[in-house]
């Protein structure tokens, strides 16, 4: 079924790219989701991910009783391109014009492939933007708000699952050094939790030192023997496949769409692995962005926002135990009851 409220589609008028908007729900209030410049092998690939992807914001949102809806972006690059310079300049633009089309129905954030500073550049053709660099009047860097968020959320499954929220000496596997992954490993690490990382880029090993981490390979990462494995990179690591090879006790992390499909949620309980629903994760940028940029808190307040993911989780993972429920269930319903008692 589609339900999408609109999707865009189109060829940027400079660079010639497919520029894909999807906007999944305004509900709750204007969409907003994370522009990604990503390699596919076809644009119809970057449009299925747009698909899902904004659908998982409309979630995000409404899980984290934010008044917002879900969209996301998606540049889809063809094999082995590398954006750099005025060509990357001419990229964002087009993103830009598509924004401004929608008139304030969707704003943009950062996301795979893109940063605060490419923020910066879609701001010059439109204000609907977050997270653009302190200089140019935006929140900034989301990541390490997002890490701190996938921190609060792992400390509410050690609670769930070992009667302590502390993760001093809990065994971590981190699938992913990018620019979340990087901050929450070194969170983690901070909190004498030991690590294990990966990232699909071998040139990140170098990282692992100062981490005090392990390094593996990516596919070896899933049969790790650790508490809690982190995904912290693209979507789809949970499948039918790789569930069964999994040895830890949880799943948790900021990853966007982690699950190959909904009934692998089901796979995991059944195995006994406890998975913290990603969008629920992952929220601590949109929670930092939305609530120093709409909402005009200071920063000690919106920290407060991020950090409340625990009690959040806490209550998601309470509310499935009670009603026999996963995870995944109890957070699709409370996010479907807002969005369904907001919808006019
Ligand atoms: N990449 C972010 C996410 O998936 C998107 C985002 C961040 C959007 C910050 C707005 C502000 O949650």
Redesign the pocket.
């Given at each position: 079924m589609f339900e999408h409220e609109q999707v865009v589609l189109r060829t940027g008028r400079r660079t010639g790219l497919p520029v894909i908007i999807a906007v999944h729900s305004t509900a709750l209030g204007p969409a907003?989701?994370?522009v990604r410049m990503w390699r596919y092998p076809a644009w119809r690939d970057g449009l299925a991910d747009a698909l899902r992807?904004s659908a998982a914001?409309t979630a995000?949102f409404a899980a984290a009783g934010l008044s917002n809806g879900g969209g996301k972006t998606v540049v889809a690059l063809p094999e082995g391109t590398v954006l750099e310079g005025p060509r990357r300049r001419d990229a964002l633009h087009d993103v830009g014009d598509a924004i401004a089309a929608l008139d304030g129905a969707y704003?943009?954030?950062?996301?795979?492939g893109t940063a605060p500073a490419d923020m910066a550049v879609i701001g010059e053709i439109t204000p609907h933007v977050?997270?653009r660099p302190a200089e140019s009047g935006g929140s900034g860097d989301?990541s390490p708000h997002?890490a701190h968020g996938t921190l609060a959320a792992l400390r509410a499954a050690a609670r769930h699952l070992y009667g302590t929220r502390d993760l001093a000496g809990r065994r971590f596997g981190i699938i992913g050094l990018g620019h979340v992954g990087e901050h929450l490993a070194a969170l983690l690490a901070a909190e004498g939790a030991a690590l294990t990382v990966t990232d699909i880029d071998p040139g990140k090993r170098a990282r692992t030192e100062a981490l005090g981490a392990a390094w593996t390979g990516p596919d070896e990462i899933l049969g790790a023997d650790v508490d809690v494995l982190v995904p912290a990179a693209l979507g789809g690591v949970l499948t039918e496949r790789t569930v069964p090879r999994l040895r830890c006790r949880a799943v948790v992390g900021p990853a966007?769409n982690q699950l190959a499909s909904p009934g692998v949620a089901d796979l995991l309980h059944r195995r006994g692995i406890l998975w913290v629903p990603d969008y629920v994760a992952?929220?601590g940028?949109?929670i930092h962005?939305?609530s120093t940029e709409l909402h005009r808190l200071g920063p000690g307040e919106a920290r407060a926002r991020v950090a409340a993911i625990e009690d959040t989780v806490t209550g998601l993972l309470g509310t499935a135990d009670r009603l026999g429920q996963t995870p995944a269930q109890a957070a699709d319903a409370l996010a479907r009851r807002r969005v369904r008692t907001a919808a006019p």
């Open positions: 907003a989701g994370g992807l914001m995000k704003s943009a954030g950062p996301d795979v977050f997270c989301s997002t966007n992952g929220a940028g949109v962005a939305v």
